[in-house]
């Protein structure tokens, strides 16, 4: 995205969704330089309004802001973003905390919700120091396991399953 058509979002950003207004700041963070400012400005006006309680954090929108958004993906990607332009920001683990509880079965409750909740949670263990942990996974199609694994701390390496 252009410096100019983020600076032209920026400004109108208070007409922006939730979720538009975090990909005009992750754009602006991408930018560099006054971009990150931009994005900086946009996180902190999120996050003053997030909700709060002992343990976790998390930010929702009071409309209806349709296509594909959920608090799930909202939230995920809150956690993206914040990690760009400000990753020592201090409700980040509560937010992932919050992503974390809104599994149900080992799961978010869409394929859309599971994508954007490993993208932000996953990046967030990306930026966690120490060796964090790994461990066995498993893959399950129609609820019957069809393959596994095991995960590496602090690596991007996959785990493969053939499931033809």
Same mark, same amino acid.
Do not use: C, Y
């Given at each position: 995205? *252009?410096?100019?058509e983020v600076?032209?979002?920026?400004?109108? !950003?208070?007409?922006?969704?939730?979720?538009?207004r975090?990909?005009?700041?992750?754009?602006?963070?991408?930018?560099?330089?006054?971009?990150?400012a931009?994005?900086?400005?946009i996180?902190d006006?999120?996050?003053?309004?997030?909700h709060l309680d002992?343990?976790?954090?998390?930010?929702?929108?009071?409309?209806?802001?349709? !296509? %594909?958004?959920?608090?799930?993906?909202s939230n995920a990607l809150l956690?993206?973003?914040?990690l760009?332009?400000?990753?020592?920001h201090a409700?980040?683990? !509560?937010l992932a905390? %919050?992503?974390?509880?809104q599994r149900r079965h080992?799961?978010w409750g869409?394929?859309?919700?599971?994508?954007?909740?490993?993208?932000?949670l996953?990046? %967030?263990?990306? *930026?966690?120091?120490?060796?964090?942990?790994?461990?066995?996974?498993s893959v399950?199609?129609?609820?019957?396991?069809?393959?596994?694994?095991?995960?590496?701390?602090k690596?991007?390496?996959?785990?493969?399953?053939?499931?033809?």
């Amino acid at each position: 995205m *252009a410096s100019g058509e983020v600076d032209a979002l920026f400004a109108r !950003r208070d007409k922006l969704t939730l979720d538009d207004r975090l990909f005009v700041a992750e754009a602006a963070a991408l930018q560099g330089g006054d971009g990150v400012a931009k994005a900086r400005t946009i996180l902190d006006e999120m996050t003053r309004s997030a909700h709060l309680d002992a343990a976790t954090a998390h930010v929702a929108d009071g409309g209806d802001q349709g !296509r %594909w958004t959920t608090p799930v993906r909202s939230n995920a990607l809150l956690v993206h973003v914040l990690l760009k332009a400000m990753p020592d920001h201090a409700l980040l683990p !509560r937010l992932a905390r %919050w992503l974390m509880e809104q599994r149900r079965h080992d799961r978010w409750g869409t394929t859309q919700d599971n994508a954007w909740a490993l993208r932000g949670l996953g990046a %967030w263990m990306q *930026a966690q120091d120490g060796t964090g942990a790994g461990g066995p996974v498993s893959v399950l199609l129609g609820g019957k396991q069809v393959g596994g694994g095991a995960l590496v701390a602090k690596t991007l390496q996959a785990v493969v399953v053939d499931i033809a």
